[in-house]
């Protein structure tokens, strides 16, 4: 039996991939933000479904949810930082406290809670850690730049953590979802509250009015992204990024191939740059 520790469960991917868990007969530990959802959610398995009141950003709460998290299941095998949402609106538009308040769910939330857990998972000197970044993390969309900054912040410090917690067996994954049928584009999803009409009709605005109109309608089904994970969680190789969905795939091959395209075009430049010899 596995033990997990999962932000965000009242909905979307941390809900499906909780369901998941404990339909293998695991215990989970699921974070919400009312204790209305926290009833819900321990309904599911009664005594394998405990629920903790979390608001990630609260850095302060972090240390004891996790703490507590350790008494109810006795040990933690897996977390899962799924917790955050989507801020839309260009650069411009999005306000500083907007922008910190993103970063602060998307990015220092999650490794908070990673901080808080690690001394248990390095004493055991096991686990795994999945850090649901986006696609977003790897392009930066209009109308998602500070969103993109996050999930690129957490690809970066995850992609570090890897490589620090390797010694110790305990295994990181990076999840890349593309676009699923949860709450993101829905209720979860935030829009800047300024917006600049010299804006109507680029790609910045064009991006904010679509997102009212892709919930609903996303390609992914967020139950198999749950099997997804845990078929990364069974692996005895796992990646370090998972992308999840056809579309992310596509997106994702086409901005690596852009990339290194662009880096042979610029190459000789790139490397006129050293020292010349004898200097």
């Not at 004891?64 to 350790?70: C, E, G, H, R, T």
């Amino acid at each position: 039996m596995t033990n997990w520790l999962i932000t965000g469960v009242s909905s979307g991917f941390g809900l499906e991939l909780a369901r998941a868990a404990l339909a293998r007969g695991d215990t989970v530990v699921g974070t919400v933000r009312q204790a209305a959802q926290a009833d819900r959610f321990e309904q599911l398995a009664p005594g394998r479904a405990h629920a903790l009141l979390l608001d990630v950003t609260r850095i302060d709460q972090v240390e004891p949810a996790v703490q507590k998290a350790l008494k109810l299941a006795r040990t933690i095998d897996v977390l899962v930082n799924n917790a955050g949402y989507g801020l839309f609106g260009a650069i411009e538009e999005v306000s500083d406290a907007e922008g910190r308040q993103v970063m602060d769910t998307n990015l220092f939330g999650p490794l908070a809670v990673v901080r808080a857990l690690l001394p248990h998972l390095r004493e055991r000197r096991a686990g795994h850690i999945f850090n649901v970044a986006s696609v977003a993390g790897v392009i930066g969309f209009p109308a998602c730049g500070l969103y993109a900054a996050s999930k690129f912040a957490l690809e970066g410090a995850t992609e570090a953590l890897a490589t620090e917690l390797a010694p110790f067996d305990i295994r990181v994954t990076i999840v890349e979802p593309g676009g699923f049928r949860t709450q993101f584009a829905g209720g979860s999803q935030r829009q800047a509250a300024l917006r600049i009409e010299a804006y109507a009709g680029t790609p910045a605005h064009k991006a904010r009015d679509h997102i009212a109109h892709y919930h609903g309608h996303e390609p992914g089904d967020p139950a198999k992204a749950a099997a997804a994970i845990i078929r990364v969680l069974e692996a005895p190789q796992p990646p370090l990024r998972l992308v999840l969905g056809a579309d992310a795939v596509g997106m994702l091959r086409g901005a690596y191939e852009s990339r290194v395209k662009q880096l042979a075009e610029w190459e000789s430049v790139s490397v006129a740059t050293a020292i010349d010899a004898g200097q």
